[in-house]
Every structure is written in structure tokens, then in C-alpha cells.
Nanobody, 123 residues
Framework: QVQLQESGPGLVKPSQTLSLSCTVS??????????WSWIRQAPGKDREWMGA???????YYSPSLENHTSISRDTSKNQFSLQLSSVTPEDTAVYYC???????????????WGQGTQVTVSS
């Protein structure tokens, strides 16, 4: 069975870099044709897709976040990671990793979610 688990610091100072990892079990992150996403939800706001890394290592980012966002992977650990630089208190949110799949009709199907992890940006 596929499982995803987020990990990383729960508190980050403003202007620093937020770093999280997602450990995947039950399937290799290089398996065709899956995409591995980061999503966040700030208090009182809707969920926001941040970006993804594909099975072949290609990366995709939300236009509003791409200037500060980097997604990478470590295939030997079956992990993918998120780095969000120059954070502000507006980046306080619950962060999720997820597995996505591109359906034949062009829509994105979200297959699995992690449980989420709270990250607070504060001095």
C-alpha cells in the first residue's frame, strides 16, 4: 500500500528557507506515470498547489510561487523534498505531500495524500 509521510521543522524564522521532505513507501517515485506534489493550506484559506516533481525528474511550479520554490528528489531514499526560500508569516500553513496522476482526458487525479505537517513562520 502506498503511504506518504511529511517531515521537517515545525518552526521557521522569517527570511529563512522552509525545508520539508516526503518519504514514500509502497511504490517507487520513479514509477511511470506519477507526479509527486506539494500542497499547502493556510489558516482560513483554500488549499494551494505549490508544485510537483514527475517520475522522470521534471519539475512544475505554481506561477505565484515558482520564484521561491524548489522541489527535488532523492531516489535512493524514495523521498522528494520542498524548499521555500525567503519565507514570511504568510507562509504559515499545513503542508501536504501527495501523489498525482495525469488522466487520459488531461485532468489531474490525486491518488494519495500524506497526513500533513504544520509549519509556522515566526520570529
Amino acid at each position: 500500500q502506498v503511504q506518504l509521510q511529511e517531515s521537517g521543522p515545525g518552526l521557521v524564522k522569517p527570511s529563512q528557507t522552509l525545508s520539508l521532505s516526503c518519504t514514500v513507501s509502497g511504490i517507487s517515485i520513479t514509477t511511470r506515470f506519477y507526479y509527486w506534489s506539494w500542497i499547502r493550506q493556510a489558516p482560513g484559506k483554500d488549499r494551494e498547489w505549490m508544485g510537483a516533481i514527475a517520475y522522470d525528474g521534471s519539475t512544475y511550479y505554481s506561477p505565484s510561487l515558482e520564484n521561491h520554490t524548489s522541489i527535488s528528489r532523492d531516489t535512493s531514499k524514495n523521498q522528494f523534498s520542498l524548499q521555500l526560500s525567503s519565507v514570511t508569516p504568510e507562509d504559515t500553513a499545513v503542508y501536504y505531500c501527495a501523489r498525482d496522476r495525469l488522466a487520459p482526458n488531461g485532468t489531474i487525479v490525486r491518488d494519495d495524500w500524506g497526513q500533513g505537517t504544520q509549519v509556522t513562520v515566526s520570529s
